[in-house]
C-alpha cells in the first residue's frame, strides 16, 4: 500500500469521524434536514444511527489495516446508501451546511460518487476486485 493510498485512507477516515462526531453533536439539525421523507425511521434515530456508523467507519478506515479492503467496500456502500439523502435536499430545496441554491445542492451531488471511489481507490479495494477478476479467468 503506497503511502497516498494510506494517507487518503487515514484523511478519508478522520472525515468520518468529525462528520459521525458532527451528527450527534454540533451539526445535528444540518443533517435532519437531509433525511429522506420517505424513510420510515425516525429522523433523530437516522441521524443518530447514521453518525455512530460513520464513526465507526472511519475509526475502522484508520485501524483495521488486515481489514481495509473489506472496510472500503463498506465505506463505499455507506455513500451509496446514504446519497438519497442528498438527493433529498435538492429535490426539496433545504438549506443545509451552507447549501442554499440549487446549483450548490447540484454541484453536492456530483461529489457523493467521488466519495465511493476515493473509498475504493485509498482502501485497495478496486484494486483487489480487479485482481481477482482477473485471476478467475
Do not use: C, K, Y
Not at 469521524?17 to 454540533?26: K, N, P, S, Y
Not at 453518525?51 to 484508520?62: D, N
Not at 488486515?66 to 446508501?81: E, L, N
Not at 433529498?88 to 456530483?110: H, K, P, W, Y
Amino acid at each position: 500500500m503506497s503511502l497516498t493510498r494510506t494517507l487518503a485512507r487515514w484523511l478519508l477516515g478522520a472525515a468520518l469521524v468529525f462528520a459521525g462526531t458532527a451528527h450527534l453533536t454540533f451539526a445535528r439539525d444540518e443533517f435532519v434536514a437531509q433525511v429522506p421523507s420517505w424513510l420510515p425511521l425516525p429522523v433523530d434515530v437516522t441521524v443518530v444511527a447514521s453518525g455512530i456508523v460513520e464513526i465507526a467507519l472511519g475509526l475502522a478506515l484508520a485501524i483495521l489495516r488486515r481489514r481495509r479492503v473489506a472496510v472500503g467496500w463498506i465505506a463505499a456502500a455507506f455513500f451509496v446508501a446514504i446519497f438519497p439523502g442528498n438527493i433529498e435536499q435538492f429535490v426539496r430545496g433545504t438549506d443545509a451546511f451552507g447549501l442554499d441554491t440549487d446549483l450548490a445542492r447540484g454541484i453536492r451531488l456530483l461529489f457523493q460518487p467521488l466519495l465511493v471511489v476515493w473509498a475504493l481507490w485509498s482502501t485497495g479495494a478496486w484494486r483487489a476486485w480487479r485482481a481477482r477478476r482477473t485471476r478467475a479467468r
